[in-house]
């Protein structure tokens, strides 16, 4: 019997996360993502396998809450969605100053401000340049499906604690509020203490069995000292980019136009190369998986082929940057976007592919 | 030791092997050294450094890790009750605890303290009111007594312009959730005593499950309050105790 259920991206993401040994979960109400916290609470995992689940005062006690659990080299995640992750951004920061594996999710949602409830793309830049303060990265995941909603949980545990680095699920309101038929993964048991003792010795339990003290901190006032740590960081940065860039491209071996688009856009745009095709133009899609590391070689191999490049997101245009920095002006390279919680129609990307021409 | 400067058998006293041999960066005269020394003696007489986890805050005793000899994490400021309602729920045979000054409890993190107190969480709050922000040089915190000078009330506190000094443990009595709430200082032997047993009753809740335990030391920040360490408690005795008066404000 195959375990294929129907469900929204938000309950996918909840119910992997039950199932891939996840320990807690700390959260705050916010559209459009709530799905994610209700499902668990409703789910009651800490009945079946252990795991907490806590609903937080504010989105700002729940990344610090995961700040605690991931401490502990527990295997802990929060949702939010654009203005909450805002304020998860204090965390995030530190979360990646003292090299804290977990999970984060963003349900994106249109801003600026309180903005709307209706699906953006418009935190790029805050989930793949930094959004808090001094230089970091995220992994950042952008599933297109439900299936990948459910699938990215263990995946984004498992390169966050891979790497030692805070893993995000940049999603928006379409994939997380739309219905699909997906596979849930297999049940994985949570991690024992012993287990978690071996793999993240720098982890906190108490000083058992007599080891010497661990702290988590990402506090150093020698500046030799603390330019050694953020280096030893980046070098984990390089590592990530040489071997976890992901992407995924639907008929690109003779594309003339290449579409470059994530998430919900990606989805639209493999039906807009559909229709270019049957008009008889030769377009491509290729979609970025991993947001950072970008597949910038990727993209840069087919400058040599297509004529033209095309970014389709819902936004005015932060993904482009990234294009552009792969093309380095070899090919001519436009963004067409939505903004607000308009979501694009097939046919409104094929006639902004045309006016490339 | 190699040269003991005190002959053995006039030793009265020794430091706990919780205790490490750092440097305090603390000034002398601050509360702080003597309040690691009470936290380190606990967990040692109560058998607690295998299971022992404490969160520093942001403020003088961000390096308290440097002194206690116990597992740390070091929270941003006024998160510490955020990190240690996880650690506990996801480590329940620990002893969990956060160490915050009052600008980290009861400014920037007074969410986050009144809702884990509020919870119940099964962790124990230490908290330093020493009415002033050490760290960043003496400004005023909520905590700063009307009338009293800091750096950004350098005429005296003004309760027009700044509000009224926050008594937040009375506040935190209030809640359900917590079941001890206590208000002692270092400034004595006496006092040192009874904040012993105040943190030690506070640990011992924790691992009970009676839920959130909090032990404010009305504390001196000599350097802050520009005073001599001598001066600085009987100006705590004579300014800081009738407004925060010592005893216990809870206990069930």
Sequence with gaps: MEDIHLMKGNEAIAHAAIRCGCDGYFGYPITPQSEILETLMEEQPWDSTGMVCLQAESEVAAINMVFGGASCGKKVMTSSSSPGVSLKQEGISYLCGADLPCLIVNVMRGGPGLGTIQPSQSDYFQSTKGGGHGDYHLIVLAPNSVQEMADFVDLGFDLSFKYRIPALILTDGVIGQMMEKLRLPAFKPRATDEEIAAKCPWSLSGRTNKRPQNIISSLELDPAIMEKRNLERHERYRKVEAAEVRYDTFMCDDAEFLIVAFGCAARICQKSVELLREQGIKAGLLRPITLWPFPYKAIEGYCRQVRSILTVELNAGQMVEDVRLAVEGKVPVSHYGRMGGIVPAPEEIVEALKKNF | ?252
Aim: contains cysteine; neutral net charge.
């Design chain 2, 1 to 252: 030791m190699n040269n003991p400067i005190i002959a053995p058998e006039n030793l009265v006293y020794e430091k706990s092997k919780l205790i490490k041999d750092n440097v305090m960066h603390y000034c002398p005269g601050c509360s702080h050294g003597t309040v690691h020394h009470i936290i380190a003696e606990v967990i040692e007489e109560m058998g607690m450094e295998d299971k022992a986890m404490g969160v520093a805050p942001v403020g003088c005793a961000v390096f308290i890790y440097k002194y206690i000899d116990v597992d740390f994490a070091e929270s941003a400021h006024g998160r510490a009750p955020a990190l240690a309602t996880a650690m506990k729920r996801l480590r329940p045979d620990k002893l969990v605890f956060t160490y915050q000054g009052d600008g980290d409890l009861a400014a920037i993190g007074t969410a986050e303290t009144i809702h884990a107190c509020n919870r119940g969480e099964n962790i124990a709050i230490i908290f330093i009111n020493n009415g002033i922000y050490g760290m960043t040089g003496g400004q005023m915190a909520p905590t700063t007594l009307n009338a009293m000078k800091t750096s950004t009330c350098p005429y005296g506190r003004n309760v027009a312009l700044n509000g009224y000094p926050l008594k937040i443990t009375n506040l935190l009595a209030e809640l359900e959730g917590t079941c001890y709430v206590t208000r002692q200082s270092v400034h004595t032997a006496v006092a040192v005593k009874k904040t012993k047993k105040a943190i030690r009753k506070a640990f011992e809740n924790s691992m009970e499950g009676k839920g959130t335990s909090i032990v404010e030391v009305v504390s001196t920040c000599n350097s802050g309050w520009k005073m001599s360490p001598v001066q600085a408690n009987r100006w705590m005795v004579e300014n800081m105790f009738p407004f925060f008066p010592l005893g216990d404000l809870k206990d069930k």
